[in-house]
Structures are given as C-alpha cells and as structure tokens.
C-alpha cells in the first residue's frame, strides 16, 4: 500500500469539513492503512490535548493598578446616568478625608459618622487624602516611576527638541496636579478636584508613554 | 463555587447572574465593580492573550489595552450574551487588531532583515528536546498559532474565526492543518 | 578651453545623475484594504487615496540620508527614507508622496516632518513628534499623535483620538467618538455633529463650537485653559459646568451659576438626552449660543 491519505483530508475529517463521500472513503482507508489509522488517532490526542489546556493563567501582579490608571474616571462610553450621580470609585459612600494641621480639628466628611476628632498637635501641614485616593496617586506614582526610567534611559535617542518639548508639559502637568492636591485637602468633599487630580495624573502617564514609544519604535 | 470549578464545569447561574449585575453596574461607572469583574475574569483573559501573543510583554500589553477597551465598550454589552464570552471575544479582537495593526512587529512583510516573517517555516528544535504542548503552541508561526489557538484550544468554529481575522475558510483550514502537522513534528521529538 | 568646457560638461552630467539617483518613483501592486507602513523622519509625507489596487510612491532623497525603500506583497507594504542611526539631525529634509487605496490602513511616522493626508478613507496612525499633521477627508479611524506638532481635520471621522503636548489640536467636522487632549495647546472642535467627545487641556483653551447629536455625551475638562462653549441654536442639552477658582458666564439661558468658595458651580437641563459637563480648575468658562465669537475673559 503506498497511498495514504494527505495531513488536510485528516485534519477535515476531524472537523466533521468533509462530505459524505469523502468521509466513507477515508473511514475505508483507515481500514486498510494501519500508517493512516495512526496519524489520525494522533492528530485526535493532539486536539483533545489542546482543548484540555486550563484556560486560566495567573496574571502579573500589579496588573489591575495599571489598569486601573488608564481608566478615564469619567466611566465608560454611554453611561445611562448623568455623571454626577454615579458613584465615584474616589469618594465612594463611606470615605473619609482627614485634614491634619497645627491644632486644627479633624473632621470626617462624608462618612458614615459625622464625628470631630482632635488631632495632636504639632501637625503635618500637608494634607493627608482619602486612603482610596491616597492608594491610586500611590498607583500612579508607580507607573509613572516606571516610565520616567525607561525614558530617562533612552533619552539621548530623542531629538533635543523633543526632550524640551516633553520636560516642558510635564512641568506644567505637574503644576496643575499639585494645585489640584492642595485644592483638594482644603475641600475634600469637591468631586471635580478629584476628577481633576485624575486626569493630571492621567495626561502625565499618557505623555511618558507617548514619549517612551518614541524611542522604542525608532 | 471556586476558580478551578468554574474552570472544569463552567460558571454556575449563580455565577454568572452576579457577573452581570456587577457588569451593569461597572456600566454605570463603578469602578468597584469593574475591579471584580477584573479579578474573576484576569486570568482567563491572559491565558488567550499569552496563547496568541506567545510572548509575555506583548501578553500583558494586550491583556492591559483589553481590559481598557472593555472598559470604554461597556455599553456595548447587553446581556444577551454572559460576560465572559462578550470580554473573552473583545480580547481576541483586541490581540488580533495588534497584529493587524502592526503596532509592535510587521507582519508578513520582507523588509530590510529588521522585520520578523511570522509566516517562515518554524524552527526546527534540536533531536532530543523535551517540549510540551504549550511551548510548542507557541513556537508555531503567528498564522497557524492564531488558528490552533482560536479553534483547537478555545473552541471557537470555522466562522466565527473567519469573521475575526479575515481569513477565508479555505486559509483557516489549510491553516489549521499546518499547525497540528507541526505540532506533531514538534511533540515527536 | 576645450577641457574647461569638457570638465564643466562633465560636472553637468555628473549632477543630473545625483540629482536623477536622489529621486525615486517605485509602484506595488497593494489590495484595497491592505496595510501600508510609512515613515520619513526628516521630511516631509503627502499621503493621498486613490481608487486603484496599487501603491505609488515619488519623492527625492535628502542629503545625508541612507535611501528611499519600498517592499511588501499585496496585503501589506512598508516604505520610507532611512536617515543614519534615525538622527534627523544629520540628515537634510527628504519629500515623499504616496499614492495609497483609499480604504487602506496606513500608519505613518515622522520626528521632523510635517504629514499631510488627503482622501484616505480606511484608518490611520499619524505620528510626528515636531511636524504638523493635516488630515483632509473622511477617515474611518483616525490617531494622531505629535509633541509640539498642530494637528487639522477637516472633514469627518468615526473615531478619532488626536493627542499633542505643545501644539493645537483643531478639528473641523463630526465624530463619532472623539477624544482630543494636548497639554498647552489650544483645543478647537467645530462643525459637527459629534455624539461623544473628550476634550482635555492643561493651560490650553478648549473651544467646541459644533452641532450635537442626539444621545451625545461631552466631556472637556481643562487646569487653567478658557472654555468656550457655543452651542447652535436649537440644542437642547443637559448642561454641568464646574469651576474652582474661575467664574462662569452663562449665557444659553438667565440662569446664574452658584457660588462655592471660589469657583462656581452650574447645572441647566434644556430638556434633550444629550449631555454636556464641563470641569476647569482656574479657566473661566463662558457659555452662549452661536453668535459672533466671544471675548475669553480670565480674571
């Protein structure tokens, strides 16, 4: 015997592709080709292996945080309610901004209790943020880090107008972030400081990876 | 019910009920929500991403700029089918644009030696290496990998793989042949 | 004399075959959908769409660059003017005009070099880092990047994502889905209609002065950039404005916004689904109707 069936006719065959005839003529086949016969139970194995495969992998850590950074807080496309009545993934039910200074009482905005508490003097002048807040700038300092080393690695691949162009909106990124903080620590309860906090942080992330893409794709 | 029970016999109804309910809400912009639905959901979308992009930076870059887009389509689900499938689908299409779009690496195009033909004959390994099915998988030429992967590893048909990349029927098949016939090479040796 | 005159001959010839060596006119055969890879980093790119099944490509090598390449098959072409070690600075400005099918997806690159794009109707990928970007036409999908570039649309897109960081950013036509952000750029929307849009700055201005569809949802939000906001007449919005150290003016109807702390605070319903916020730190925001352009005021 030295006909013997091509790897296509098998692999249609194994995906119900052929047509009654064709079919009847390759089961007749396998009858009298041990060599057929085999190749096929191997290319059976090897689908049921495949499609045995787990079909989870555990993801990197630290992959929801940077995630989470790109996300515009203003929510997904098409929303059914107006913005302001959402939910705030900052200043969710149930947060609470601490301001600390020299002497000053520190209340508890927004929370579920409503309660004065007296903080020790002397204070830490600068304002503490809510500890959802807190952990996404930490988030993002986190990302951020990351970028300004990678481009400060590759920065002599820049051309020098570039590299001023890109040192100069971050210093005016950075401005406005730090305004909108400190904005923010004298009225915690302002949603659209959050919201502005947010997107400086987002325009910055945005602007180092726009500019380490420069560099890694030249 | 647990990740490996939800693996091995599909989410149970309570499962998935809680999947939408927490999707309709991330619709309305809860990021809270979202979160959940990232961390039922994560694992299953690097196994497709690290499967078709067989290369982990390019993985976790597709994984990432997936859950982005699943984020910005939200409204775009509407619960006719369960949200693992709709975010399983978007992922695919997600990896697959990359490849399309060429964002990272040519595809299919012989340029200037800087450029990888992801069609070229795969490379031979040594007689004698030990290799497993998923090193294999990924070894295979972007084409072939991108079929097997779709069809073989996660069940996805002839037409629905067609409508995803643009491939005739014709190219799927001849594609998913080359890439069991090596792959038996490969796991032969 | 004769050898003055042969040498000088000589010299003439020699130049025109630079000059003809400098120049470069290849053509491909390229599918209507395919996928075409451009750049040329110190010069300048004309893109065009055509209803042929081919690509075409013309221009001159500047001095100091390695030469002009072209290759591919019919899904998928790369071409573009190759500098020593991708340093513009080495190299003089090479022009290159190609000739694409108009439903192509295209991504074109440039550090230099302004890129102009006319009658493309598939997708695009723009980016220059310095050079302006000026896209005519209807593309389906349109990205563009640059750092101090300007970016220009005329005409109409379904998606469309333009970022800058130092130029403006001006798009005149409707959208689908737009987000358009520079940092000290100036951002310009108008024509219309647009059913959802992102426009952000951080001192630049933000105009949008297009017609609204139905269902639409926009969004800008700027640190210290004026907002002006001109609506057509007839729109019937849903309105939130948002200020923290910057007056409001409204001017769509008596309404006046409300005092908080410093800033001010607005919220109008004119009765239609569509929905608009507006969020600044410390740019006054100004609110009319179409009209005469208004004065930005920032006190």
Redesign the interface.
């Known amino acids: 015997m030295t006909h013997h069936l091509d790897?296509?006719t098998?692999?249609?065959l194994l995906?119900d592709?052929l047509d009654a005839t064709a079919r009847a003529a390759a089961e007749e086949h396998f009858a009298v080709c041990d060599a057929c016969f085999t190749r096929m139970q191997?290319?059976r194995m090897?689908?049921a292996?495949?499609?045995a495969?787990?079909?989870?992998?555990?993801?990197?850590a630290g992959?929801?945080q940077?995630?989470?950074s790109?996300?515009?807080?203003?929510?997904?496309?098409?929303?059914?309610?107006p913005?302001w009545t959402?939910?705030?993934?900052l200043l969710?039910a149930g947060l609470a901004l601490v301001i600390a200074s020299s002497g000053v009482t520190a209340l508890l905005v927004r929370g579920e209790r409503n309660v004065a508490v007296q903080q020790p003097a002397p204070a830490v002048t600068a304002a503490a943020l809510t500890p959802r807040l807190a952990a996404l700038e930490h988030e993002y300092a986190t990302v951020t880090k990351d970028l300004e080393r990678q481009l400060a690695e590759r920065k002599h691949a820049l051309a020098p107008e570039t590299v001023i162009a890109v040192e100069r909106s971050l210093r005016t990124i950075e401005g406005a972030i730090a305004e909108a903080r400190e904005a923010l620590a004298r009225d915690p309860g302002s949603e659209t400081l959050a919201r502005l906090l947010v997107a400086g942080h987002d325009q910055k992330v945005e602007l180092l990876r726009r500019a380490t893409r420069l560099v890694t794709q030249s | 019910m647990s990740?490996i029970d939800s693996?091995v016999h599909g989410p149970s109804s309570t499962m998935a009920d809680e999947a939408a309910e927490l999707a309709r809400r991330?619709?309305?912009?809860?990021?809270?929500a979202?979160?959940r639905l990232?961390?039922t959901h994560?694992?299953?979308?690097?196994?497709i991403c690290?499967?078709l992009c067989a290369d982990a930076q390019r993985a976790?870059e597709s994984?990432?700029d997936a859950?982005?887009r699943a984020?910005?389509?939200?409204?775009t689900w509407r619960g006719d089918a369960a949200f693992g499938t709709w975010l399983h689908r978007l992922t695919v299409n997600v990896v697959l644009e990359s490849f399309?779009?060429?964002r990272r690496r040519?595809?299919?195009?012989?340029?200037?030696g800087d450029?990888e033909d992801v069609d070229a004959p795969f490379a031979a390994s040594e007689p004698g290496d030990a290799i497993d099915?998923?090193h294999a998988?990924a070894r295979l030429p972007r084409g072939a990998r991108t079929v097997?992967v779709l069809?073989?590893?996660e069940?996805y048909r002839?037409p629905e793989i067609a409508a995803m990349t643009g491939l005739a029927e014709g190219t799927l098949?001849?594609q998913?042949?080359r890439a069991?016939?090596l792959?038996?090479e490969m796991?032969d040796r | 004399m004769r050898r003055i005159l042969f040498l000088w001959v000589l010299a003439m010839c020699l130049t025109s075959t630079v000059a003809a060596q400098n120049r470069f006119n290849r053509r491909l055969p390229l599918a209507s959908d395919g996928?075409i890879?451009i750049h040329n980093l110190a010069g300048i790119v004309r893109l065009h769409g055509w209803d042929r099944d081919s690509i075409v490509a013309t221009g001159e090598v500047g001095r100091g660059s390695k030469g002009f390449?072209m290759?591919?098959?019919r899904?998928?072409?790369?071409l573009g003017i190759?500098i020593p070690n991708d340093d513009v600075t080495t190299a003089e400005p090479s022009t290159l005009d190609v000739w694409v099918p108009a439903g192509s997806?295209v991504?074109v690159k440039s550090t230099r070099g302004m890129i102009v794009v006319d009658g493309v109707t598939g997708?695009l990928?723009l980016g220059s880092t310095s050079g302006n970007v000026i896209v005519s036409g209807i593309p389906r999908e349109l990205t563009v990047e640059t750092m101090d570039g300007d970016i220009q649309l005329d005409g109409a897109t379904v998606w469309l994502r333009a970022r800058s960081a130092g130029g403006d950013i001006t798009i005149r036509g409707g959208a689908e889905d737009l987000v358009s952000a520079s940092v000290s750029g100036a951002v310009t929307v108008t024509g219309g209609p647009v059913r959802a849009a992102r426009l952000e700055t951080m001192t630049g201005n933000i105009v949008f002065e297009a017609s609204i569809a139905r269902g639409a949802v926009l969004d800008l939000g700027t640190h210290s950039g004026a907002v002006r906001v001109l609506l057509p007449k007839g729109s019937t919005p849903t309105v939130e404005a948002t200020t923290v150290a910057a007056p409001i003016d409204n001017n769509l109807t008596p309404q006046r916004a409300t005092i908080r702390g410093d800033g001010r605070e607005l919220a109008l319903s004119l009765g239609g689904d569509a929905r608009l916020s507006v969020r600044s730190f410390k740019g006054a925001v100004t609110l009319a109707w179409g009209g005469p352009p208004l004065k930005l005021v920032n006190r």
């Open positions: 790897d296509q098998l692999s249609d995906d592709g191997r290319m090897l689908v292996s495949a499609a495969l787990p079909r989870a992998m555990p993801a990197p992959e929801w940077r995630i989470r790109r996300l515009h807080p203003a929510g997904p496309r098409g929303a059914s309610e913005w959402r939910r705030s993934a969710a | 990740l693996i991330a619709q309305a912009g809860d990021v809270a979202f979160e990232y961390h994560a694992s299953h979308v690097r196994a690290m499967r976790e994984a990432q859950w982005v984020w910005e389509r939200l409204s399309r779009s060429e040519i595809a299919r195009v012989m340029l200037s450029d099915l998923e998988i097997f069809h073989d590893v069940g002839h098949r001849a998913l042949c069991r016939r792959l038996m796991l | 996928t890879r390449f290759g591919g098959d899904t998928a072409v790369k190759d997806r991504r997708a990928d």
